[in-house]
């Protein structure tokens, strides 16, 4: 067996190296170890700019990226409108899981309630009830179109006046956060008072109305043309109008007992024969 020697490097090492891999810090901390990369520094997908386009799933997963604590905190935060909602509440961060989800809690207490107090009235006043299903159809329509036709309608307005401050997003989260009002409203008008009804749905009208207002002018007021200022007031009648259909639709129901004595049923008709003739008519 024979060995051979190594070359070595000429500068009298032995031409080996070891590279430390914990980084300055640690050898700066006394040898001790520093604590882990976060995860903004891994360069998880949630901490990137999206680079997705609007036509692919991820570009729309960053707006439902909400928890519930979230979504309940802009809840009440769109009941009591004392901040701008969206630089303040939402951190200029809209979501539209919250919006989406205010709207169809909407359309579900309005018809259960109304579903429940009509059964109700209708126990009251002794009568039958069935349930009109078609009323879910009527909820769907106005409060989606409401929720989300109307602010769609009014971004695509001002992008054409070159209004970009806010985009489809935060149009849709004022919109959608401002029904949650609804919600306590509809539990509230399952009480027989028609009184009661029409004072709860006018206080659900000013304060959501309010809070659309609140948000919506200073967006507005950017625009160039002045004349955009004149939104507010359709806006407003839009609202009301909302308002009064949602009383007549699903918050009119009334206890009516029966008024006199029930009139005997008709007594048949005995037939005629030899022994009961028909009565003779005289002219």
């Not at 891994?42 to 604590?69: C, I």
């Not at 769109?78 to 989406?100: E, I, Q, R």
């Not at 205010?102 to 359309?107: A, D």
């Not at 919109?175 to 306590?184: A, C, D, K, N, R």
């Amino acid at each position: 067996m024979s060995y051979q020697n190594l070359a070595t490097d000429d500068r009298g090492g032995t031409g080996l190296e070891f590279q430390s891999f914990l980084g300055t810090e640690s050898q700066g901390n006394g040898g001790r170890l520093s604590p882990g990369p976060t995860a903004s520094s891994r360069g998880y997908l949630h901490n990137q700019p999206s680079a997705s386009g609007f036509w692919t799933v991820e570009y729309y997963q960053q707006f439902f990226d909400v928890d519930t604590k979230t979504v309940l905190m802009r809840c009440y935060a769109a009941l009591v409108p004392t901040n701008d909602f969206v630089a303040d509440v939402c951190d200029s961060k809209p979501d539209m899981y919250g919006p989406f989800w205010t709207l169809t809690t909407v359309i579900f207490f309005l018809f259960v309630t109304t579903s429940l107090a009509s059964s109700i009235g209708s126990y009251l006043s002794d009568k039958p009830y069935n349930y009109d299903f078609t009323l879910l159809s009527v909820a769907v329509g106005l409060v989606y179109s409401y929720g989300l036709g109307v602010p769609a309608a009014i971004w695509a307005l001002m992008r054409y006046l070159g209004v970009t401050e806010w985009g489809l997003v935060e149009w849709l989260a004022v919109w959608g956060y401002g029904m949650t009002v609804w919600i306590p409203v509809s539990l509230l008008c399952i009480a027989p008072i028609p009184l009661l009804r029409w004072i709860l749905v006018g206080i659900a009208a000013v304060l959501s109305g309010y809070f659309l207002v609140r948000n919506v002018y200073p967006v507005l007021a950017l625009a160039e043309q002045k004349s955009t200022r004149l939104l507010i007031p359709a806006i407003a009648m839009i609202h009301l109008g909302i308002a009064l259909t949602l009383k007549i639709l699903f918050f009119s129901y009334y206890i009516v007992k029966e008024v006199g004595v029930k009139e005997p049923d008709a007594l048949p008709s005995s037939p005629v024969g030899p022994d009961n003739p028909a009565p003779t008519a005289f002219f």
